[in-house]
Structure formats: structure tokens, C-alpha cells
């Protein structure tokens, strides 16, 4: 070409150019990038914040200050039921729009957000985002984590209750100030424990964080609920020579030392089956089955990542939900004279019965309250649009943009009636409710529907009504809200009661 040689000195002479303005081309590049987001971007019609049609850092900082859910709480009162929060995401507080990304079969899938959660090597059922191999996963799963399956694990389950009800007792005695909020926590914990690993981790007998794991898990989740909100920043931030180094330095949890240390013991002894009585029929027992069965579909590497994947999406959750329900119970005290009015009525048998909580009306509207006011999960739950785009609550969207809900602005929809940000139980119980039902999301929905949630559920309805048939409860700072701090669940603090005993 005969103009090579200008081109190539004009080349020169623009990077001489950058290299002398560096900072004003960063600028520039910044700002026409923001523009184009701002006016030209397919989704600029929407509206939202001008920070959150630039740059998803709006969103990694509010994950950082620990209260995502109310700021979009915030977002949807200000801009409407669809807001732009990010320059490719569009936020839905419509439960009918919920409903339509979550649905299953509807070709969305999860986004690179999940990716920024361990285990990095092999992805549980929360984080695999190859729909097939998540179905591949779920299939085995939903068998032991099914109602039936965790009924037979009452024994060991109520075992834990028992030695928890104890314990209030002992404060009751005492009339020492008791953290109500923090035994659930170690409650919750030791229920896994034993439904999963048949193991006592002692939790609640040591009163106590062992081994500081309830801390590093919600460190590592808060951190990676950050780096979620920039993907790419994972493979710098998360999955850098360095970051691993400083994961060694904090020895890993006990918790997984336990889970490994089971899994290698149960290897060893196979003649005797995958479980340490024939009757304890375990997550990790049953779950080893299945790989037995089919290693090709469900490996050993499944076996452990599902297992341990309980540890870290089961506590924090089902903790936050109890904590939640007590200290609305505590703080109305009509509605707390009331259920207790009911359960202490009802005759339940010393350890509560599954069957027994579900003919508790008053009881179940609370639980359903809490759960709508207060869902666990504080973080949104993202979702890609499938490439050729789709309907999401009778409008089309373009493929490829993430369609994300959060809980917490979704159940404030006026589909659940006036005062929503009231906590009242009797909108649970006059009038048709099924399509308030329908569109509670504290679990999720779809494919993706929270695997966890019989778990939960049973323990809550056994512990919760024994707990008020057995104590008095009184806040010790009444009117404080309780503390929380999102990480992908909203972990709280400070819940301290007084107690005394019934009987
Ligand atoms: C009250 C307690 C609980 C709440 C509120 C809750 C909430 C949720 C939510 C909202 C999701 C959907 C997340 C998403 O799509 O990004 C989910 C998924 C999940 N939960 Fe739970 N959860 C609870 C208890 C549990 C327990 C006890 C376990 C296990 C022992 C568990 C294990 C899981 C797993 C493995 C998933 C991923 C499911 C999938 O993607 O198919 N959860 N949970
Ligand atoms: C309650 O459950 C525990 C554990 O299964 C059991 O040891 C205890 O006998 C039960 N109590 C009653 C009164 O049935
Ligand atoms: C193997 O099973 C036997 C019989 O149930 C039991 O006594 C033994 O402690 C088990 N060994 C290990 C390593 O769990």
C-alpha cells in the first residue's frame, strides 16, 4: 500500500498522543461509553439511576454496604416496577414478571454471578449454570431433601431441638439475657449437621461459633456476592494466585474437614452401605447411593460438592428466617398474645409434629408474613433472557440482557394488599390468598426452586410452636430492629430475649 508509511506515522503520532493524556483518554473513553449506555443502548428507554445505566459498580457497592434489599426496595418506589440497575439488567418488582423468569423450561438460565460462589472446581446445584448438568444434579438430589426423606431424619432432628430447648431452659433458670438470635443460628447449623453428615457439630452444646465458620462463610459469601455483581472480576479478585493464597492462609472450615473426613470413613466401610445405621438414612448416604448407581450422571465429586453445598445454603438461611419471624412476634404484642393463644390451646404433643404445625392456622400466617416481609435471601436473583429474546409479564425483552427479581421489593407488590410494609397475618386469612401463595419468591421458584426448602420448613414448624409452648419470651431491647447485613443471605444480629418458663 502507498500510504503505509503515513498511516503508520499517524498511528505513532496518536499513541505519543494517548501516552501524554493518558488520563484525559480514560476519561473520554469512560464518559462515551457511559453516553452510549445512557442514550443509544437497546435498554435506554428504561429507567433507572444515570450510575446504573453506566456501570454495574452501583450494584457491587451496594452489596457492599450490606443493604441491597432495601435499596431496591428504594429503587422500584422511585423509578417503577421495571428498573434499569445495571447497563444490561433490567430489575422486575412485578410478581406476574417474577413469576415469568423464574418459570421452569423457559430457556432463561443463571448468570455469571453464580460463578463468583465456591466451590470454584465443582460447582453444587446452586451454582451450576449448565442447566443440564444442574438437572443432572437436582435429579438425585430432590429424593433425599424430599418431605418424605426428611421426615424419617426426625429422631436425629429432634434430638437437636430437645437438647436446644434444654439450653433455653438453662436461661430461663438463670434469668440470664439469652441470644435468642445466634442459638437459632447454631441451631439451624447442628439440624444440618445431622440431616446431612449424621454428625453433631455441638454448635448449640457449645453455644458458640466453632471454629469461627458461621464468620467465614458469611465473609466469603459477602465478598462474593461483590465480585457477583462483576463477574469478570472474579478470575482477578477470586480466582488469582493470590487471592488463593490468602484462602490458605485461613485454614478451611472444620465443617469441610468433617464432610471429606465422612465421605472417606463411609468409602472404607462399604460392606456396611452408605450410612451408619441402616434406619439413619443421611443427604450423604443417600446421595452416595446415587452415584453408585449412576457414576457417569452423578459423581463422587457431585456426591461431596452437593453435600457440602447444604453446609453453606442452609444455615444462614433457615437462621434468618426464625430470627426474623421472633422478633416481628416479639415486637407485635397482639399477634405474639394471640399465637401463643393458639398453640397453647392446640394440646401438641412434647415434640411438635409436622402434621400438628400445619393445623395451626394462625401460626402458618405468621410464618408466611415473616417469609414475605423478610425473605432470607437479601441479593437479587439474575437470570439471562434466552437468546431470542422473551416475554416477560406480556412485553418482549431482547435476549442476552440479565432479568433479575429480589424478594424483598416483589412482596411489597400491591397484589398483597394495603400497608405491605406492615407486618400483619391476618392478610393470610380472610379472602383468596392462592395467587398471594403463588407469588411468594423467599425460595425462589421454577427449576431453581430452593431444594432445601422441606428441610427448612419441617424444622421451623417443630421448633418454633415448641419454643412458644414451652417459654415466655420478652425482647430485652424492645422497639430496636434487629441488625442485618446482606452477603447473599441477610445475616442478623441481636436478637436478645429475656425467658421464662411455662411449665
Ligand atoms: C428458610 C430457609 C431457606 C430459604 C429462605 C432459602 C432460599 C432459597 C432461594 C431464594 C433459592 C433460589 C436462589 C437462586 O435462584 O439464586 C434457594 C436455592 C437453593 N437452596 Fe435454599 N433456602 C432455605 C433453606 C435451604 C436449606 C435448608 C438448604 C439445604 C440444606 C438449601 C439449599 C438450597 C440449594 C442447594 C439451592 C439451589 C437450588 C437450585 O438452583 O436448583 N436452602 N434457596
Ligand atoms: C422426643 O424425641 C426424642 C428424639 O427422637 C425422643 O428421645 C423422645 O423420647 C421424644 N419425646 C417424647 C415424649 O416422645
Ligand atoms: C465400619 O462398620 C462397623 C460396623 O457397623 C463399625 O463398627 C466400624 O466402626 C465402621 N468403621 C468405620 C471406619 O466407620
Avoid at 264 to 290: H, I, S, V
Wanted: charged share 20%.
Amino acid at each position: 500500500m502507498v500510504n503505509d508509511g503515513t498511516s503508520s506515522a499517524l498511528v505513532a503520532d496518536i499513541l505519543v498522543l494517548v501516552k501524554n493524556n493518558v488520563v484525559l483518554f480514560l476519561v473520554l473513553l469512560v464518559l462515551s461509553r457511559c453516553i452510549y449506555h445512557r442514550y443509544f443502548h437497546p435498554l435506554s428507554k428504561y429507567p433507572g439511576p444515570l450510575a446504573c445505566s453506566c456501570t454495574r459498580l452501583w450494584k457491587a457497592w451496594s452489596v457492599y454496604n450490606g443493604h441491597t434489599e432495601l435499596d431496591f426496595i428504594d429503587l422500584h418506589r422511585k423509578y417503577g416496577s421495571i428498573v434499569r440497575v445495571a447497563p444490561n439488567e433490567l430489575s422486575f418488582a412485578s410478581p406476574k414478571a417474577a413469576h415469568d423468569i423464574l418459570a421452569p423450561g423457559n430457556g432463561f438460565t443463571k448468570t455469571e454471578f453464580y460463578k463468583a460462589f465456591p466451590p470454584k472446581h465443582a460447582p453444587d446445584i446452586f451454582t451450576e449454570t449448565r442447566e443440564w448438568k444442574h438437572a443432572a444434579m437436582k435429579r438425585v438430589a430432590v429424593v433425599p431433601y424430599s418431605l418424605a426423606s426428611v421426615q424419617k431424619m426426625s429422631p436425629w432432628i429432634e434430638d437437636v431441638q430437645n437438647e436446644f430447648i434444654a439450653k433455653i431452659g438453662e436461661y430461663a433458670d438463670s434469668g440470664r439475657v439469652c441470644d435468642l438470635g445466634d442459638l437459632l443460628h447454631y441451631f439451624a447449623f447442628d439440624v444440618i449437621g445431622e440431616f446431612a453428615f449424621s454428625q453433631r457439630y455441638g454448635f448449640v452444646a457449645q453455644e458458640r461459633d466453632i471454629g469461627g465458620t458461621i464468620k467465614l462463610i458469611d465473609n466469603v459469601q459477602w465478598y462474593d456476592g461483590i465480585v457477583g455483581q462483576v463477574p469478570e472480576l472474579r478470575h482477578v479478585l477470586r480466582e488469582s494466585p493470590v487471592f488463593q493464597y490468602l484462602l490458605t492462609l485461613l485454614s478451611p472450615p472444620q465443617v469441610t474437614q468433617m464432610a471429606l473426613g465422612e465421605i472417606a470413613k463411609r468409602k472404607k466401610n462399604k460392606t456396611d452401605g452408605f450410612f451408619l445405621e441402616p434406619e439413619r438414612r443421611d443427604l450423604l448416604g443417600q446421595l452416595m447411593e446415587g452415584s453408585a448407581r449412576d457414576p457417569g450422571k452423578f459423581s463422587e465429586m457431585d456426591v461431596f460438592s452437593v453435600a457440602h453445598g447444604a453446609i453453606g445454603a442452609g444455615a444462614d438461611s433457615t437462621a434468618s428466617t426464625m430470627q426474623s419471624f421472633f422478633h416481628f412476634i416479639l415486637s407485635n404484642p397482639e399477634i405474639h398474645r394471640k399465637l401463643s393463644e393458639e398453640i397453647r390451646g392446640a394440646h401438641l404433643s412434647p415434640n411438635v409434629t409436622w402434621a400438628e404445625a400445619q393445623d395451626l392456622p394462625y401460626f402458618q400466617a405468621c410464618l408466611l408474613e415473616a417469609m414475605r416481609l423478610r425473605p432470607a435471601v437479601g441479593l437479587s436473583i439474575p437470570r439471562y433472557v434466552p437468546k431470542g429474546g422473551a416475554m416477560i409479564d406480556g412485553t418482549n425483552y431482547p435476549g442476552g440482557i440479565v432479568a433479575s427479581i429480589n424478594g424483598w421489593a416483589v412482596h411489597r407488590d400491591a397484589l398483597f394488599g394495603d400497608n405491605v410494609d406492615q407486618f400483619r397475618p391476618e392478610r393470610w386469612l380472610s379472602g383468596d390468598v392462592r395467587d398471594m401463595k403463588k407469588h411468594m419468591y423467599q425460595f425462589g421458584g421454577g427449576g431453581h426452586l430452593c431444594i432445601g426448602r422441606n428441610l427448612a420448613q419441617f424444622e421451623m414448624n417443630k421448633i418454633i410452636p415448641q419454643l412458644l409452648e414451652n417459654f415466655d419470651f420478652e425482647l430485652v431491647y424492645p422497639g430496636r430492629p434487629v441488625k442485618s447485613h446482606s452477603t447473599f443471605f441477610v445475616v442478623q444480629s441481636g436478637l436478645e430475649v429475656f425467658v421464662r418458663r411455662r411449665k
